[in-house]
Each structure stands twice: as C-alpha cells, then as structure tokens.
C-alpha cells in the first residue's frame, strides 16, 4: 500500500544523512521532497500543509540546540515519525464494551467497501477473545447481501440474525432492533450491525443509517472506507460524519495497489481514530490499527511487533516448548519439526506480506514481490510423501526411496534432492549454534568462521627410565 512513500521517505532521510552539518536550506528541500511525497501518495492537501508546517518549524528548532550532522538527522527522522504517529490518529483506539451487555457496533459506509467481509472479520476477532458476537443482516438491499453475511457467518462459526430474506424485501431497522432484543435474551455479549451501502453518498443512504442508528442506539459506529479510493475517502467520510455521525474509521483493501492517502487523511480531518485495519481476503487478515506500527512501516522501519503477534498466534506454545527442549538436550531436529514449522508459517499468512514488515524490507522490494508463495505448499508436499520414519532419520532417504517421495509429491527427484540438502546444512547448522559456536556462514555478517574443536591427545605412559622420561618432561 506505502511502497512508493516508503520509498520516496527513505531516499529523502538517504540523502539527508549523508550530509555533513544540516542546514536551514537542507530542512526546506527535505521538507519540499515529503511534501511531494505525500501529494503523489494521495495525502488531502490540507493535512499536507499542517503536516510539512509542522515539521519545519520543529526541525529548525531542533537545529539550534543539535549540532553534530548525523544527530540532526536523526532528530528530523524522529520529529518525522512522531508527526506521522499524530496524523494516524495518535493513540490505539479499542471498542469501548458497554457495562450492560450486549455492546452493540453498526458498520457504515458505502456499498463496495466490503462491509459485509468486514462484519465477519470484526466477528471473529472477538470470538476468538473470548467474546460471544452476533451478526445481524439488515443490509437488506443489496443483492445477496443476507445470504453472503450468512456464508460469513457460517464459515467462522459465529450465529446470523437474518428474518428477512433482502433483495428489497423486509424493514432494516425492524431487523436491527429485533437483532439486538434477540441477543440480549440469548444472552450474546456483542452485536454487530450489517447495514446497507449506495454506490455514492444520498439521502437515502444517510436517512435509513441515521434511522438505524437512532433506534438501536450503538455503543460504536464504525465508518467502513475501502482504502483504494484515494481523495474521495476523505469527501466520503466527512459526508456520514455529518449525516450519521462516527466513533471510528476501519480501512478495508490496504493490501491493495493503492497509494494510502486515504490512511494519513481520515483521522487528521474527521478527528476521529482510525480503529481496524483489514489486510487480506482472509478472514483472519484483520487487526487492531496501531498508528505507531503504522508510522513505523511507511518510514521502512517494519513492523515487528506486529510480525512478533503474528507469529505468536501461529506457534502454540506447546510446539514452541517442545522444540526448545529439543534445541536444550541437544536432539535433533528433525523433518517432522520442519513440517510443523511449514504449518505455522502457513497460518501467519502470506510470506510476502510478513517479509515486508521486517526493517529494510523496501530496498528488497522486488525480490519479496518475486517471493513465489506456493514453495511452501511444494515444499510441505515433499515431506507429507515420506513415512514417519524418513522424517526422523533423513539419512535413510537412498536413490529409490526418493524417487518415491518425488512421485507422492509430483515434484522431480532434484526437489526432494535440494531439500534434503538444505534441511542437512541448517541442522548442521543448529548444532553449531547449540555448542556456542557461530556457523561459518554467518562469517560475512562480521562474526568469525567456527573453528573446527581442537581434539585432546591422548595421555602418554612415562618412560621408566629418569634420563628419558625428564626428556619427555621438557618437550
């Protein structure tokens, strides 16, 4: 979504550092390359103006009181990062839980946002805390509307409130109120409202949302903005925020091509916090909006803490223990450990994506753009194809019994051949790193090569003899 700021960004800090003593004039073209960064990345002019305001009357200041060069930089970058951090909305915004359930959320925005997707994600997300959510239809417009929430619903185990069929048939705001008595007899925790969109902002539009709003009276609303519409998202929300009004902003399609103005405009010209992001098709593409995270990734910085949850999630605690206590008592690691890694790995999603949010990730963009995400899924197919016993003891694999696996898998034996290879070097690998040693390999990275262990020579018997044997003693 950032590629192209992140790039400008990082070129522009590039060139900045390199200089020796910065001054005034170095601060003005800095500040001119960002604000052309954030024109061309569809950033609302005003909030470029506060923005670029902003930093150059901070950067000057700091000017002052910082003499060395590369500490100016630093202090530009870091003034920067905690303008970008305002802008996204400051701090983590969470839903706030009513204290007499259930906590009632209505999604809102137009038609072609993905609202519907949304409402199964938000669902899940909260069934997976803990939470008893459910969804109610009252998008009773839009063809098979009911029936996609039904879908959604299904798919993720969580119950849809849907009377009414839609295609134009049935009352929305009988089917929200009714949604909502339903889940406090059933005693649901938490509702969320699948309301319908237009394909532009009317009045009708705004006149059955406010309607809705009105009678179900929500904890939350939460305006619903397809990320790749660029100068409109901005127009679009100031339009519901003045007809219905809005606790918080959810950005759908960041995965997408588009330049993420709408990202850095929304919250700074609606004052209102920019709370989920949706980053994939999956249902499980779906998070909390860090505006600190988000900063972070659009300066190159990465994203860590988020690649850190990601892989938290995926890795059980048992299997992590498990393999800890391998790596400890000096087992091998085998095939079998390989394929449950290959399984986690799966589940945090797609590895372009995760590569992305590691620190420098911009200047290897077109190497993670290559990345062909199917070697995971060729790769777990090699290793299903063998028994349980090729697995742990890798080194029974002969000519025959890899020509098999080759065939299991319909991969070529030169597949199973480097794969095989490649498992050998990083166990060997492991074991290096289990004694304290550091892995030749890694020598390039400034750490010296391992050397090999110095065998102790065996203790020699003493001569009988004292002229030899204080011989012996002095060599």
Request: proline content about 4%; charged content about 25%.
């Amino acid at each position: 979504m950032f590629d192209t700021l992140t790039s400008r960004l990082s070129a522009t800090f590039s060139s900045l550092r390199t200089r020796g003593k910065i001054s005034k004039g170095d601060i003005e073209s800095t500040c001119a390359e960002i604000r052309q960064a954030l024109l061309e990345s569809d950033v609302a002019l005003e909030v470029v103006e506060s923005f670029i305001d902003q930093i150059s009357v901070k950067a000057t200041a700091a000017l002052e009181t910082i003499q060395s060069g590369t500490s100016q930089a630093n202090a530009v970058f870091e003034i920067v990062n905690a303008s970008l951090i305002e802008i996204l909305g400051g701090q983590t915004r969470r839903v706030r839980f009513s204290k007499n359930p259930p906590t009632v959320i209505m999604l809102a925005g137009l038609q072609g946002a993905g609202k519907t997707t949304l409402a199964g994600k938000l669902a899940k997300f909260y069934s997976d805390q803990g939470n008893t959510p459910l969804l109610v239809a009252s998008d009773l417009q839009r063809p098979n509307a009911v029936t996609q929430l039904q879908v959604v619903g299904e798919s993720i185990g969580i119950p849809v409130f849907a009377p009414e069929p839609g295609n134009g048939v049935g009352d929305p705001v009988k089917v929200a109120l009714a949604g909502v008595a339903f889940a406090k007899a059933k005693l649901y925790n938490m509702v969320i409202v699948d309301t319908a969109g237009r394909l532009g902002v009317d009045a009708d539009l705004m006149k059955q949302a406010s309607d809705i709003r009105d009678a179900i009276k929500p904890d939350e609303i939460l305006f619903v903005v397809d990320a790749m519409i660029g100068q409109d998202a901005v127009r679009t929300s100031q339009a519901f925020l003045n007809g219905v009004g809005f606790d918080g902003v959810v950005l759908t399609k960041l995965d997408g091509d588009a330049r993420g103005g709408a990202a850095l405009s929304i919250a700074s010209l609606t004052e209102r916090p920019i709370m989920f992001a949706s980053t994939g098709e999956k249902l499980t593409d779906f998070d909390i909006f860090y505006p600190e995270r988000m900063a972070s990734r659009i300066l190159g910085m990465g994203d860590v803490a988020t690649l850190a949850e990601s892989a938290k999630k995926a890795f059980d605690s048992q299997t992590s223990a498990k393999l800890e206590a391998k790596f400890e008592s000096g087992e091998d690691f085998t095939l079998e450990d390989f394929l449950e890694q290959l399984s986690a790995m799966s589940k945090m999603g797609s590895i372009s994506k995760l590569m992305g949010m590691l620190p420098g990730s911009g200047a290897l963009k077109k190497q993670i753009d290559g990345f062909d995400e199917g070697e995971i899924s060729r790769t777990t197919a090699i290793v299903q194809s063998m028994t349980p016993k090729e697995r742990r003891e890798p080194k029974i694999l002969n000519g025959s019994r890899r020509a098999r696996i080759a065939l299991g898998a319909g991969r070529k034996v030169s597949d199973v051949n480097n794969l095989v290879d490649r498992f050998s070097a990083a166990q060997k690998m492991m074991k290096q790193l289990r004694n304290g040693a550091v892995p030749a390999g890694m020598s390039g990275m400034g750490l010296p090569p391992v050397k090999a262990p110095v065998k102790a020579s065996k203790k020699k018997s003493k001569s009988g003899n004292p002229a030899k044997r204080a011989l012996e003693e002095s060599q």
